[in-house]
């Protein structure tokens, strides 16, 4: 059983930054893939970043330049930096994985949220403006 665990969620003020980490229980990416989603409410799941299974990274065009993405040199845990954010950035934050993809980084992410089987609780950013 493949778990996933968010941390690092919390409130900030306009402009502010904040670094989640998710770790996971099995190392599944040797031919995996990961990724952050967020769900604001009221609204749909959006991917925000996407690492694929030889580390290229791909951004939603809403986090562009702001989230940086990246795995430690043992591919755990994951983390999304976080600068520059806004208030339209407040949302659950979840960590996701599939254990088997070999796409490119772009194209993971053209497929959005569905594309994961493994998700984590979740992590709360709020930001205030």
């Known amino acids: 059983q493949v778990r996933l665990m968010e941390s690092g969620g919390g409130a900030v003020q306009s402009g502010g930054s904040l670094t989640l980490s998710c770790v996971v229980s099995?190392?599944?990416?040797?031919?995996?893939?990961m990724g952050w989603i967020r769900q604001a409410p009221g609204k749909e799941r959006e991917t925000v970043s996407v690492?694929?299974?030889?580390?290229?990274?791909s951004y939603s065009e809403s986090v562009r330049g702001r989230f940086t993405t990246s795995l430690n040199k043992d591919k755990n845990p994951l983390y999304l930096a976080m600068n520059d954010l806004r208030p339209e950035d407040t949302a659950m934050y979840y960590c996701?994985?599939?254990?088997?993809?070999?796409?490119?980084?772009?194209?993971?992410?053209?497929?959005?949220?569905?594309?994961?089987?493994?998700w984590g609780q979740g992590t709360q950013v709020t930001v205030s403006s």
């Open positions: 099995v190392h599944t990416y040797s031919s995996g893939c």
């Open positions: 996701a994985a599939d254990s088997s993809c070999f796409a490119e980084s772009s194209y993971l992410l053209r497929q959005g949220p569905s594309r994961f089987d493994y």
């Open positions: 690492i694929d299974s030889v580390q290229r990274k």
